[in-house]
């Protein structure tokens, strides 16, 4: 199945810097890559995505770039907020999703972002 | 709309012991999954479901069962529970539509085997 790598694992940032977090993908065939954010004791929630016909995505301050060639996919946040400060996720679709008609994604290992005000 | 919920929040479980996890969606979504959260290791996929009546395996399904009974609706059960199931587990559900990928989360249940 797809294996997703994502780094770093913890990133600290001053408010109003920027923020990057990347993740690689092993399977060439997927072809969504959703980003999620997850709060303490809550559920992940999608807060931007993208498809494999897009280089990039932007949504206000947040950004995702996509490497097709190069099977590998970042997260941009800029004019970081302390409301920022969470773990965050990217994912890939499972080449399979089509065929079985399921959604499925295989899940990086998460970033903990702490943005310090 | 209160989206995706899951019952209960909390459980602490015996090594042997059974016990069923229920998620529920009111935005009429085809597709829901189970979830297990472990640190370091992001969020693994036990098993999905498609429809009604309709279920299957996904990266970590063992020691897992599951029954999609009605559309709403998506049970996980631990036939015998180990110390290795204890995680936070996490229900989701998402449209069938190619329109929309998106998972809809929900506030997860964490379970302790002792």
């Known amino acids: 199945g797809e294996n997703v790598e994502q780094h770093p694992s913890t990133l600290s940032v001053q408010e109003g810097d920027s923020a990057v977090i990347k993740c690689t993908y092993s399977d060439s065939a997927s072809n969504y890559f959703p980003w999620y954010k997850q709060e303490l004791g809550k559920g992940p929630q999608l807060i931007i995505d993208i498809r494999s016909n897009v280089g990039e995505k932007k949504d206000q301050r947040i950004a995702v770039t996509l490497n097709k060639t190069a099977k590998h996919f970042s997260l941009h946040i800029t004019e970081t907020q302390p409301e920022d400060s969470a773990v965050y996720f990217c994912?890939?679709?499972?080449?399979?999703?089509?065929?079985?008609?399921?959604?499925?994604?295989?899940f990086g290992t998460g970033t903990r972002l702490t943005v310090i005000p | 709309n209160a989206g995706v919920t899951q019952t209960p929040k909390f459980r602490v479980l015996k090594t042997g012991q059974s016990m069923t996890l229920l998620c529920a969606q009111d935005?009429?979504?085809?597709?829901m999954y189970w979830y297990r959260q472990d640190p370091g290791m992001g969020l693994r996929l036990i098993h999905y479901s498609v429809g009604e009546g309709t279920t299957a395996k996904g990266e970590v399904p063992d020691g897992y069962n599951v029954s999609r009974l009605k559309k709403q609706n998506f049970l996980l059960g631990l036939e015998s529970a180990a110390p290795s199931q204890t995680s936070v587990y996490f229900c989701?559900?998402?449209?069938?539509?190619?329109?929309?990928?998106?998972?809809?989360f929900g506030p997860g249940t964490r379970l302790t085997v002792t």
């Open positions: 994912a890939a679709r499972d080449r399979y999703s089509d065929q079985t008609g399921a959604n499925n994604l295989f």
């Open positions: 989701a559900s998402s449209y069938s539509s190619a329109l929309s990928y998106e998972q809809y």
């Open positions: 935005m009429n979504h085809e597709y």
